[in-house]
Antibody, heavy 120, light 110 residues
Framework: EVQLVESGGGLVKPGESLRLSCAASGFPFSKYTLNWVRQAPGKGLEWVSSISSSSREINYADSVKGRFTISRDNAKNSMFLQMNSLRAEDTAVYYC?????????????WGQGILVTVSS | QSALTQPASVSGSPGQSITISCTGTSSDVGTYNLVSWYQQHPGKAPKLMIFEVNKRSSGFSNRFSASKSGNTASLTISGLQAEDEADYYCCSYAGDRGFVFGGGSKVTVL
């Protein structure tokens, strides 16, 4: 069974940093591209970033480019999101989501999400 | 403001059919046959329903169907049931912009 479990969320002040983790199990982690997708309270979904299986291909939404860094450790079946210079508008539930093995064009599996709150 | 436009709410009686539209542009929905749809119940993670415009994910019956015409994609739920009450989101690949979502449509079963 595919499992994606996010951790590392919490309350931080504007300008501070936070590092999210996504622990994966139930599939060959090193073969799949992974993503972060977020959802502000009461709002819609927003794709944040993606990282290919080998970390060679990384993409970011314009809203986080230059502030967030995605990475992964295939030996530990984990993905990370380093979030710097956080703003109030970064407040959201952050989901880890996996692409399928072929046709990386939809979010096949999702974690349960972790809440990040940016407030003074 | 979301990149793709969906109606904020759609409602129907049990057994009826409803359709949710998802309007994008020639830079996303209109160019790529890479539209997907997600169902989200309150407090839960989204679930993949439809991928590549009209392919159903396992776990979703043929009551759920989808299509695309030009810059607009559509999701139809037939034989509406109480458990279909949820938020529904469309998503499209958008080239250099990555992936864009609609603002979501709340489905209410009357």
């Amino acid at each position: 069974e595919v499992q994606l479990v996010e951790s590392g969320g919490g309350l931080v002040k504007p300008g501070e940093s936070l590092r999210l983790s996504c622990a994966a199990s139930g599939f060959p982690f090193s073969k799949y591209t992974l993503n972060w997708v977020r959802q502000a309270p009461g709002k819609g979904l927003e794709w944040v970033s993606s990282i290919s299986s080998s970390s060679r291909e990384i993409n970011y939404a314009d809203s986080v480019k230059g502030r967030f860094t995605i990475s992964r450790d295939n030996a530990k079946n984990s993905m990370f999101l380093q979030m710097n210079s956080l703003r109030a508008e970064d407040t959201a539930v952050y989901y880890c989501a996996r692409f399928p093995i072929l046709g990386e064009s939809y979010f096949e599996y999702w974690g349960q999400g972790i809440l990040v709150t940016v407030s003074s | 403001q979301s990149a793709l436009t969906q109606p904020a709410s759609v409602s129907g009686s049990p057994g009826q059919s409803i359709t949710i539209s998802c309007t994008g542009t020639s830079s996303d929905v209109g160019t790529y046959n890479l539209v997907s749809w997600y169902q989200q119940h309150p407090g839960k993670a989204p679930k993949l329903m439809i991928f590549e415009v009209n392919k159903r994910s396992s776990g979703f019956s043929n009551r759920f169907s989808a299509s695309k015409s030009g810059n607009t994609a559509s999701l139809t739920i037939s034989g509406l049931q109480a458990e279909d009450e949820a938020d529904y989101y469309c998503c499209s690949y958008a080239g250099d912009r990555g992936f864009v979502f609609g603002g979501g449509s709340k489905v209410t079963v009357l």
